[in-house]
Each structure stands twice: as structure tokens, then as C-alpha cells.
């Protein structure tokens, strides 16, 4: 499967730990965004990567999180002293680099679904 | 077919039928337009682009329809099948560098055969 990877695919936490999520984008994708998906709502930017370089943050990502792609390949992204409020489905998308020029399509992947009891 | 003029949450329709989701978008600035389609437990996944410079945009079995003037956008689905019953998202590139998509309300789509 050549697609983006998430894992794991479900977390079950009790509030105040901490939990990491990795997603590993599709392999010649440089770029690698988060978004935070609550029910029935559409999906929340949170934060994108170009290679290693984390270039824009959304003021929804809190200091509680997170995020990083060191070798500009995976990325993991962390939630500290976890709150009831956390409770969303984590999704990562990777895309090439957007030209001007044409959409470079966002890939999804299935996403990581927090549970903070 | 089934059209509704502003956003419902939710579309009911018959196998076969033309489906018309309707999404209303904020900025006037916002360059590219997308709708994804998201089955349960799965992640979004893309169905057409229209850029801010057309107005009409044609895949297969889906047509995009963009209105500048009351920022407002349509997906059109023809011959509707049970495996298009998802929810649908329209989703805004409100900047140049094409980063952070922004989306809206979905549209949950359910197909009776």
C-alpha cells in the first residue's frame, strides 16, 4: 500500500498523559499536514510541513502540542497532559509542493482516533 | 433529481437519481476549491478541483459548479449509486502558498437502492 499511513488507529488515554502519533506521508510527497477532525464536523488545519522545515501553525495548535518530521519523512505528532477536549480523530495528509499553477491534491490517511477518558 | 438551494446536513436520495450538494465558502480571496468525499472510518478523499478562474468543471459522474458572485460552490453527482453514500466535504485554499485547506459543513449522503 503506497498510500498514507497512520498509527496507530486507535488511543485510548486517561487525561494528564501524554500520546504520540506517527503518520508516514506517500514516499515523494514533500509536503505533510495535521488536521484535527471532531464528530460530525469537517476536518481542522493544525499544522503542515515542507520537508523538515514546520512552516505554519494554526492557533488551534495549543502548546500542549506537538509536531515534528526530522528526516522530512514521517512525522509524529505529540499531545502533553492530554484533556478530555482532545478527543478527535487525527489526520495526516502529504501532497507535493503546491506550483500556482494546478491543485496538488492532499492525500488522507485513515487518521488516528484519540479517546482522552 | 434531489438539489437543495442552501446546505442541509443530510441528502436522501434513490439509486439513480442526480444529487446536487450545495457549500457556501468565505473568502472571496480563496483560489482553488476542492470537495472530498469521506466514508465512515476512513479519511477524506478527493473528488474534483475548480480553480477561482472557472465557474464549471466536469469528472466522471461529477460536475463542479463555482459562483463567484454569492461565493457559493455545487457538486453535481449524475446516476447516483449506494456507493456514494458518504459524507461530502467542500474545502477552500484561502491562500497563494496553497497550504491549510479549509472546510466546511458536510453533507452526509445517503443513497437507497
Known amino acids: 500500500d503506497t498510500g498514507v499511513s497512520q498509527n496507530p488507529r486507535h488511543k485510548i488515554t486517561k487525561r494528564g498523559q501524554n500520546v504520540t502519533f506517527r503518520c508516514d506521508p506517500i514516499?515523494?510527497?514533500?509536503?505533510l499536514y495535521w488536521y484535527r477532525q471532531t464528530l460530525g464536523q469537517g476536518p481542522e488545519f493544525l499544522t503542515y510541513?515542507?520537508?523538515?522545515?514546520?512552516?505554519?501553525k494554526s492557533r488551534l495548535l495549543s502548546d500542549r502540542f506537538s509536531a515534528e518530521r526530522p528526516k522530512g519523512s514521517f512525522s509524529t505528532l505529540e499531545i502533553q497532559r492530554t484533556e478530555q477536549g482532545d478527543s478527535a480523530m487525527y489526520l495526516c495528509?502529504?501532497?507535493?509542493?503546491?506550483?500556482?499553477?494546478?491543485?496538488?491534491?492532499?492525500?488522507f490517511g485513515p487518521g488516528t482516533r484519540l479517546t482522552v477518558l | 433529481g434531489e438539489s437543495v438551494g442552501l446546505h442541509l446536513p443530510t441528502l436522501s436520495v434513490q439509486e439513480g437519481d442526480n444529487s446536487i450538494i450545495n457549500c457556501a465558502y468565505s473568502?472571496?480571496?480563496?483560489?482553488?476549491f476542492i470537495w472530498y468525499k469521506q466514508e465512515s472510518g476512513k479519511g477524506p478523499q478527493f473528488i474534483i478541483d475548480?480553480?477561482?478562474?472557472?465557474d464549471k468543471r466536469q469528472g466522471q459522474r461529477v460536475t463542479v459548479l463555482l459562483n463567484k458572485t454569492v461565493k457559493h460552490l455545487s457538486l453535481q453527482i449524475a446516476a447516483t449509486q449506494p456507493g456514494d453514500s458518504a459524507v461530502y466535504f467542500c474545502?477552500?485554499?484561502?491562500?497563494?502558498?496553497?497550504?491549510?485547506?479549509?472546510f466546511g459543513k458536510g453533507t452526509t449522503l445517503s443513497v437507497s437502492s
Open positions: 495528509a502529504s501532497s507535493l509542493e503546491f506550483t500556482g499553477s494546478s491543485y496538488n491534491e492532499q492525500f
Open positions: 514516499s515523494e510527497h514533500n509536503r
Open positions: 510541513f515542507q520537508n523538515e522545515a514546520q512552516l505554519e
Open positions: 473568502n472571496s480571496a480563496s483560489d482553488y
Open positions: 475548480i480553480r477561482s478562474n472557472m
Open positions: 474545502a477552500e485554499i484561502p491562500n497563494q502558498a496553497g497550504t491549510a485547506l479549509i
